[in-house]
């Protein structure tokens, strides 16, 4: 049981450039969601999903793209990276959403320059 | 959600038990109070939870006063390793709703000898 997995575990983009972080989870969670975290702030919620087909733009959704076609992976895509898209990226799932315990990812920590 | 309230940093000495405070004045009759511990570079991680009065588990103890307006984390005997930062969180439990969910600046906890 691998639990919640990301990657890659540290990106380096140029400015506009895109890419995809990958997130998948095996514990059949429907819940599914992506948080930033910049240097000593708490985490912002980006996107999540209620589940597979589903998804909805959280706190701060501009310049990122999810998608989920399946229960376990929840892609984030940045569409042309800016260097305010700098900052350590988790993913988190769980059974039922809201208030029930999230289990996260390792993170990937993004640098865009 | 509810919005919480923390402090942002508090220090103690190895071997004390520490008390960290939330404040949530709306909380909602179906909310619950989740507390993560999140370490440097890693993802958050769950504490405990509850919904009113007491809850204990093995590493932590959560008290909810009957309003529900607070509630405080207690660590006993903290050592080195439980430096970190601890979020409170208030959401409903299983509710189906938006997986909204506000990690805010949480309370950094800093152990020394």
């Known amino acids: 049981n691998a639990g919640v997995t990301q990657t890659p575990k540290f990106q380096v983009l140029k400015t506009g450039q895109s890419m995809t972080l990958q997130c998948a989870q095996d514990?059949?969670?429907?819940?599914m969601s992506w948080y930033r975290q910049d240097p000593g702030m708490g985490l912002r919620l980006i996107h999540y999903?209620?589940?597979?087909?589903?998804?909805d733009q959280g706190e701060v959704p501009n310049g990122y793209n999810v998608s989920r076609s399946t229960t376990e992976d929840f892609p984030l895509r940045l569409l042309s990276a800016a260097p305010s898209q700098t900052s350590v990226y988790f993913c988190?799932?769980?059974?039922?959403?809201?208030?029930?315990?999230?289990?996260f990812g390792p993170g990937t920590r993004l640098t865009v320059l | 959600l509810a919005k919480t309230t923390q402090p942002i940093s508090m220090d103690s000495y190895e071997g004390q038990e520490v008390n960290i405070t939330c404040s949530h004045n709306?909380?909602?009759?179906?909310?619950?109070i989740t507390w993560y511990q999140q370490f440097p570079s890693q993802g958050p991680r769950f504490i405990i939870q509850?919904?009113?009065t007491k809850v204990t588990n093995e590493v932590a103890s959560l008290f909810i006063p009957a309003d529900r307006k607070s509630s405080t984390l207690s660590l006993p005997r903290v050592s080195l390793s439980d430096t970190a930062v601890y979020y409170c969180?208030?959401?409903?439990?299983?509710?189906?709703?938006?997986?909204?969910?506000?990690f805010g600046t949480g309370t950094r906890l800093q152990v020394t000898l």
């Open positions: 514990m059949n969670h429907e819940y």
């Open positions: 999903s209620v589940g597979a087909g589903i998804t």
């Open positions: 969180l208030v959401g409903g439990v299983g509710t189906g709703t938006a997986s909204k969910l506000t």
């Open positions: 709306n909380i909602a009759t179906n909310d619950y």
């Open positions: 988190a799932s769980s059974y039922s959403g809201v208030g029930d315990t999230q289990y």
């Open positions: 509850g919904y009113k």
